[in-house]
């Protein structure tokens, strides 16, 4: 009993000094308990907020086509390789001093006869009711110059207009423009005397 009373008493005593011993670590424990606290449940940082994207010009959508579509068009085929293309012809055949006896009856009887019959046939229908290469020609086929009448050409005209007025204006008139069409050359020209005139069938007497 003695001995219990005695530890009681030395408990006693010491019991100020453990109680010193502890108070610093007890204001460690404190603070370190405020830190954690401050830490934990501080105040919560506010949501950064995304930038707003740029805002672009809206394109308003086309209007819808009313038009049918339109077919696709096939490809085209290729071209077939051709043969080389001749020329075109002329548009009239043309008279050459240079052509064969025979290009010459040919030339006449395709372009001269059927220009020139209906002209003379018109004009005098009884006289040139039978045209043919006779009438420029004669029986013996000469050249027409050699068969056909001379003309004269005096004081800057042909006589014959004086001397046969109505022949000579249906020569001027009619036929030697017929002429020029069915031999496909140039008229006369009196600026260069160049051409067919009544010299191309008629032999012409300067006086």
Known sequence: MSRSVA????????RPRYLWL?????YSMIA??????????GATPEAATPPTPPTTATTPAPAPSTEAPKAAE???????SAAPVAPPAPAHDIWSDDLSKEGKVAFMKKNVMPEMGPIFKGYDAKRYGEFGCKTC??????????????????????????EKPQ?????????????????????????????????????????
């Open 7 to 14: 530890e009681s008493g030395l408990l006693a005593a010491a």
């Open 22 to 26: 502890m108070r610093p670590t007890r």
């Open 32 to 41: 370190s308990l405020l830190l954690a606290l401050s830490a934990c449940g």
């Open 74 to 80: 096939s490809p085209a085929a290729p071209e077939a």
């Open 137 to 162: 020609h004669g029986p013996k086929f000469k050249d027409p110059k050699e068969f056909l009448p001379a003309l004269t050409f005096k004081d800057g005209k042909i006589t014959a207009f004086a």
């Open 167 to 207: 022949l000579a204006k249906f020569m001027a008139e009619q036929v030697l423009p017929h002429m020029v069409t069915a031999l496909g050359v140039k008229p006369m020209d009196p600026v260069t005397h160049t051409g067919f005139g009544c010299n191309g069938c008629h032999t012409v007497k300067m006086k």
